[in-house]
């Protein structure tokens, strides 16, 4: 950090690891050292919220800290209990309320688990707007069958292709693949014999697919 600002005037730094809160001792001398070393350097990260308290909310902010991402992922206890998150969503809520005291934050939320109920997913989409009524940022993501994951292992064998559910950034692409439909070696081909190398493309089978993605359709329109 000091490298960057001395020789690339760098004021902002983004700390790329999933989870620089894991081990709190080598976090706090972190802090420790960000204070002693580069005042007044503004930087960002992730952190899980079963990892985050306000005494450390405190600390990160006093070091310069002015962006704070979680993956909250379900407002589903029992989707959060399914993918081992180890919190619930109410101590998630806990952690985010007083979060936004100190630092701008931004909500990762994910839907298409091949285990979510509708209950799960309405609960998913309730905290969207819930979260964002605290002037949080909020992300809402399709699940993608990510291989070498837990999920993928247990469902990989069952994940579709759908062009009208993709995520949104995926779909001006695949509308371009269609057209090449027929090319035994057009993109569309590549994707269909390689999923594990384009996952973005496909999802797990869940309950009541179509009609979840038409109301996260709806609640972007709504909520951009």
Same mark, same amino acid.
């Given at each position: 950090?000091?490298?960057? @600002?001395?020789?690339? *005037?760098? *004021? #902002? ?26 005042? *007044? ?6 952190? @899980? ?17 002015? #962006?704070? #991402? ?11 209990? @399914? ?28 839907? *298409?688990?091949?285990?979510? %109920? ?11 707007? %819930? ?30 292709? #759908? ?11 695949? %509308? ?45 329109? %709504?909520?951009?």
């Amino acid at each position: 950090m000091k490298l960057l @600002r001395e020789k690339y *005037g760098s *004021g #902002h730094i983004i700390l790329a690891d999933d989870n620089p809160t894991l081990n709190p001792d080598w976090f706090e001398k972190l802090l420790i050292a960000i204070r002693r070393e580069v005042p *007044g350097m503004k930087w960002s990260c992730w952190a @899980r919220v079963n990892e985050i308290n306000k005494d450390i909310l405190e600390e990160m902010a006093r070091s310069g800290c002015t #962006h704070l #991402h979680y993956g909250l992922e379900s407002a589903s206890d029992n989707v959060l209990d @399914r993918i081992n998150k180890n919190f619930t969503f109410d101590k998630a809520m806990e952690i985010i309320r007083h979060s936004v005291k100190y630092m701008n934050v931004a909500v990762n939320l994910i839907w *298409g688990f091949p285990f979510e %109920t509708w209950k799960d997913f309405s609960l998913t989409c309730m905290a969207a707007g %819930t979260i964002a009524k605290l002037k949080a940022i909020v992300s809402v993501f399709l699940l993608a069958p990510l291989p070498q994951s837990p999920l993928f292992d247990e469902y990989g064998k069952q994940i579709i292709l #759908h062009d009208t559910i993709i995520p949104s950034f995926g779909r001006a692409a695949m %509308t371009g693949f269609l057209a090449l439909e027929k090319d035994p070696m057009g993109p569309l081909a590549l994707i269909r014999r390689y999923p594990e190398m384009f996952p973005i493309f496909y999802c797990y089978p869940t309950q009541s697919l179509e009609k979840k993605a038409s109301t996260i359709d709806k609640l972007l329109s %709504t909520h951009p």
